[in-house]
């Protein structure tokens, strides 16, 4: 079952603005990754970030993470029209696998 | 670098039938994941190979079966189609594989197979 969960589940901008994303999870992690799926596709890795780091910069990504809450959130600055595409953050689970959130679908307009 | 590739692109089945797709990992990755998405229903976890084991499963039937080949790429089998595995299958792959809750590495995915059972 899912365990982590992104809000909003769907957000539509105008192209130049920013978009937030927000992940919360309910155990302990080692890291927390985000990805992203452009319609009916593959996953694109965008960023990994450890428990022991609290921000990570990736181009126009920015992704902060705050254990203590339990949660963590990605912003994308100066969105472009290609950014449309939903995004998922992922925990590790037990089995070696990834706990996926339910996503967050991005509208970017141009 | 080549990225995880799948194949096929697309799979037509009819219910009852038996469905074979196709995985090959980064260069260099030893551990293959292989998740379900269907309509709905998010990513869900099917199978972890590593070294040519089969490490772990999901909650999925016995008819979801794999193996992993001496040159780490993998094959997922579905028998006796079910309306219901109508999904988009993704393939993922990783340095050696830790058991995830204290695993570092990152896991990438390839573009996925899109089965459609009639």
């Known amino acids: 079952s899912q365990q982590g969960e992104e809000d909003p589940q769907a957000l539509s901008i105008q192209e130049g603005e920013n978009a937030t994303m927000n992940c919360s999870y309910k155990?302990?992690?080692?890291?927390l990754q985000w990805y992203r799926q452009n319609s009916g596709r593959g996953l694109v890795h965008l960023i990994l970030?450890?428990?022991?780091?609290r921000e990570k910069h990736s181009g126009r990504l920015r992704v902060t993470l705050d254990t203590s809450k339990k949660s963590s959130s990605l912003l994308i600055t100066a969105s472009r029209a290609a950014d449309t595409a939903s995004y998922f953050c992922?925990?590790?689970?037990?089995?070696?696998?990834?706990?996926f959130g339910k996503g967050t679908k991005l509208s970017v307009k141009p | 670098e080549a990225g995880v590739t799948q194949s096929p692109t697309h799979l037509i089945k009819t219910r009852g039938q038996q469905a074979t797709l196709r995985c090959s990992p980064i260069?260099?990755?030893?551990?293959v994941y292989w998740y379900q998405q269907a309509l709905g229903l998010g990513l869900q976890f099917l199978l972890w190979?590593?070294?040519?084991?089969?490490?772990n499963r999901g909650n999925f039937p016995p008819r979801f079966s794999g193996r992993q080949f001496p040159n780490y790429s993998s094959e997922l089998n579905v028998n006796a189609l079910e309306l219901e595995d109508s999904a988009l299958y993704l393939c993922?792959?990783?340095?050696?594989?830790?058991?995830?809750?204290?695993?570092?590495?990152?896991?990438?995915f390839g573009p996925g197979t899109r089965l459609t059972v009639l």
């Open positions: 993922a792959s990783s340095l050696e594989g830790t058991s995830g809750l204290y695993s570092y590495n990152e896991q990438f």
């Open positions: 155990t302990s992690i080692n890291n």
């Open positions: 970030i450890r428990s022991n780091e």
């Open positions: 992922a925990r590790g689970g037990s089995q070696g696998n990834l706990i």
């Open positions: 260069s260099g990755h030893t551990s």
């Open positions: 190979y590593d070294e040519g084991e089969e490490r």
